[in-house]
């Protein structure tokens, strides 16, 4: 007795099943064609980077993470699992993790002369500079504690000053002058919020804008140029890229390789 489609179904079969299934934005379908693709054969990476994608798209980042590392094991070269780890990474909030694996996916593709557009480097700037706010905000709210403690034991000496104060008339003794302490009172709070209010302004000035730093460097741009598509690049940059991938736009998604534009499963 013959057996059913399904089953007579090779790897390869089923994966370009998935694949058109993923086409269609049906990805836990997708995933199940490449879970039947991985269980024909489980030493192709490129079925688990398809299946990592479809939990990318379904927001199942633990089991994306999963695939990916099954994908390395397998194929330590792969861009697209490195990629995927680092937009999983990039979701679950670990920016030190998402930065690594995307700067690995960048500089694989350019050593095997993939052309995955903005993609990648889009991903990374976007790391970083989440990493960046995540730090930043960390500093913040340490400066508005300490700020606040600051405030608290000023506001505290006054209280004692005065406290003093009222004992010493009491005793018909001479004391400080009520107005002489709140007045140092008030010069200190505004010292203070003056410090903080320069150390704010020195943190803003060391920002970079995203519009200065190369698409590709990720750095702040020394001779931007700008190509026929209108996007602005650091000469170098660009130059180099020239050079060693082609004379395309790297911003451009125009390449033989399904690179994830919209991530696109393997083939």
Same mark, same amino acid.
């Given at each position: ?16 099943? %998935? ?7 049906? $990805?836990? !379908? /997708?995933?199940?064609?490449?879970? #039947? @693709?991985? *269980? ?45 780890? %680092? ?7 670990? $920016?030190? !993790? /998402?930065?690594?694996?995307?700067? #690995? @996916?960048? *500089? ?160």
């Amino acid at each position: 007795m013959a057996g059913s489609p399904e089953k007579s179904s090779t790897a390869q079969e089923l994966k370009e099943q %998935g694949n058109r299934l993923f086409l269609c934005r049906k $990805y836990q !379908e /997708a995933a199940t064609c490449y879970s #039947k @693709a991985i *269980n024909r054969n489980p030493s192709v990476a490129v079925y688990y980077t398809n299946r990592a994608l479809c939990h990318v798209k379904l927001q199942q980042h633990d089991k994306a993470l999963a695939d990916c590392k099954h994908a390395l094991e397998l194929d330590s070269q792969s861009v697209k699992a490195h990629f995927f780890l %680092g937009q999983c990474h990039l979701e679950l909030e670990n $920016y030190d !993790e /998402a930065i690594g694996n995307l700067q #690995k @996916a960048y *500089n694989l593709a350019k050593e095997q002369r993939l052309n995955f557009g903005d993609d990648i480097p889009s991903a990374l700037r976007i790391a970083k500079k989440k990493r960046w706010n995540s730090i930043e905000e960390k500093r913040i709210n340490q400066e508005n504690e300490l700020h606040a403690y600051l405030t608290k034991l000023i506001l505290a000496e006054k209280e004692r000053e005065l406290d003093e104060y009222k004992e010493k008339q009491d005793d018909n003794q001479n004391g400080g002058d009520p107005a002489k302490i709140s007045s140092k009172t008030d010069k200190y709070l505004m010292d203070m919020d003056e410090l903080f209010s320069q150390v704010d302004e020195k943190r803003k000035k060391r920002d970079i804008p995203d519009y200065l730093c190369g698409k590709i460097s990720f750095e702040l741009m020394r001779e931007p140029c700008i190509t026929p598509s209108g996007i602005t690049y650091d000469r170098k940059d660009i130059e180099e890229h020239l050079q060693r991938v082609g004379h395309f736009d790297p911003g451009h998604h125009e390449s033989s390789d399904p690179g994830p534009a919209d991530p696109q499963p393997g083939s």
